[in-house]
């Protein structure tokens, strides 16, 4: 065994970043009890952080929870990008990562998910439990497989899979757009928004975890979008979309998030399925 000597100081600190939000992320989903079940109320409003913090309100919870989850993937994209930048990068770093990605991207969607759809099914009320079990478990098989196959020459254009912070953007930011139907728009509006969701959202979360585990390939938003040199259009794009995420953030990143999972798996089955109908062709 090979005792650790010495640790960089900075990328930890924002590793164990993630860790916290993604333990927070949990708390506060514990809270949760039947958020299904609104009782005909409106959201109250929060004035002070206090209250903001520790509001019982169940929609309320499900948005601060996947906000936590959101702040994580912020601690997630920093600590790497520190690491590099001081040339402060090791094994210990890499599995220290993994180790907070479970929690923040693994755990905490997990037990998100459940109490998101708490009457997913009428039939087994277990169902959710066992999507969410294995969604956990899909998020532990695809970290330690990117721990294995990535050495220090890959520049993580690429993912072989979907990424699990993304997977658990998805169920973050179904979580986020309720508490803005609710706080937003009438009542009735988001009890059918609500239905629809408890039944929609596990089966998607379990492509999600298939989706994970998979080889298909994903971009890294942030490398391909923002390294190197661009063209002016290029820049020109991103502070437009930029600026349409700011306006309607809350109905945008859902609709961003579902997108890149799907979009690549959609590319990947079109690309399989073309040479075989040019072949009967």
């Known amino acids: 065994m090979r005792p650790v000597r010495a640790i960089a100081v900075l990328p930890t600190l924002f590793t164990l970043g993630n860790l916290m939000c993604g333990f927070f992320a949990i708390v506060v989903a514990a809270r949760i009890a039947k958020p299904g079940l609104l009782e005909g109320v409106p959201s109250p409003a929060l004035g002070s952080p206090r209250e903001w913090l520790l509001s019982n309100d169940p929609t309320h919870n499900l948005m601060l929870c996947g906000a936590l989850i959101f702040t994580a993937m912020i601690f997630d ?38 109490k998101m759809c708490p009457q997913f099914t009428s039939v087994h009320r277990e169902a959710v439990w066992t999507i969410a079990a294995l969604f956990a478990s899909c998020v532990a098989l695809r970290l330690a497989r990117f721990n294995v196959e990535t050495d ?47 039944r929609v959202l596990p089966p998607f979360a379990t492509l999600l975890a298939l989706l994970m585990v998979s080889r298909i390939p994903y971009p890294h938003v942030l490398i391909q979008t923002f390294r190197g040199k661009r063209s002016f259009s290029h820049v020109v794009v991103i502070v437009f979309t930029l600026m349409v995420l700011l306006t309607v953030r809350w109905y945008a990143i859902p609709v961003l998030c579902c997108l890149y999972a799907a979009i690549p798996a959609i590319r990947y089955a079109w690309s399989l399925l073309r040479p075989a109908r040019n072949g009967v062709t």
């Open 77 to 114: 994209a920093l600590d790497g990008l520190v690491a590099r930048i001081t040339r402060s990068t090791s094994d210990f770093g890499g599995q220290l990562d993994s180790l907070c990605d479970m929690v923040s991207f693994g755990v905490a969607p997990a037990i998100l998910l459940v």
């Open 152 to 198: 220090d020459t890959d520049d993580h254009g690429i993912f072989a899979g979907l990424p699990s912070p993304a997977a658990a953007a998805v169920i973050a930011s179904c979580a986020m757009f309720s508490y803005t139907l609710r706080k937003e728009i009438n009542f009735e509006s988001f009890a059918g928004y609500d239905w629809w969701l408890q």
